[in-house]
């Protein structure tokens, strides 16, 4: 008696291996283009999430594909649509630090903003010449504004229409302000 698969069954598990490592081969390009551009948008909570939700989606197209069949090209442009939606929905979605944490990530950008002057004996023009590359967020992202040639400056997160607030830095008060 012969063990093993016999040869009609050995090439359906060589051609569903081979049409499943191509699938998996394009659509794991997708997801880590994707992961690596989440990453550096929104850092790595968010990146985390989007992975998971990748993989589960991976493994659910992998579970319908177990009939032994090649996958169609059809599922592989529904899979790399799906991809590409949730990456999207992602990063609309996710955008960095509660609203509660934001005084937080400001107080480093703050740092920055001081040591700069330490250095300097002027405020910077913009956040990257004070040395900082603050995370995009929800809230429209930090905003900066150097006055009075340098001698003072405006902080701010958040804008009243999108997020029904603002969140300001008070240089003279040394003090965050929710303004809502």
């Not at 790399?80 to 005084?103: K, Q």
């Amino acid at each position: 008696m012969k063990v093993g698969l016999s040869r009609d069954k050995r090439s359906g598990v060589r051609d569903f291996l081979a049409g499943l490592l191509g699938f998996v081969s394009w659509t794991w390009l997708v997801v880590i283009t994707m992961a690596l551009l989440l990453f550096l948008l929104s850092g790595v909570r968010h990146t985390v999430r989007y992975i998971g939700g990748a993989l589960g989606g991976g493994v659910a197209l992998m579970v319908l594909a177990r009939s032994g069949r090649r996958v169609p090209s059809r599922a592989t442009l529904c899979a790399a649509g799906a991809t590409v939606g949730l990456t999207l929905a992602e990063l609309s979605l996710a955008g960095g630090p509660a609203r509660d944490d934001l005084p937080t990530e400001g107080d480093g950008l703050v740092r920055d903003i001081e040591s700069f002057r330490a250095r300097s004996e002027r405020y910077p023009q913009s956040l990257l010449e004070a040395g900082s590359r603050p995370a995009w967020n929800s809230y429209g992202g930090w905003q900066y504004e150097s006055l009075q040639g340098g001698s003072s400056f405006h902080l701010w997160c958040g804008d009243y229409e999108r997020d029904n607030f603002v969140l300001y830095w008070y240089p003279e008060t040394g003090a965050w302000d929710w303004d809502t």
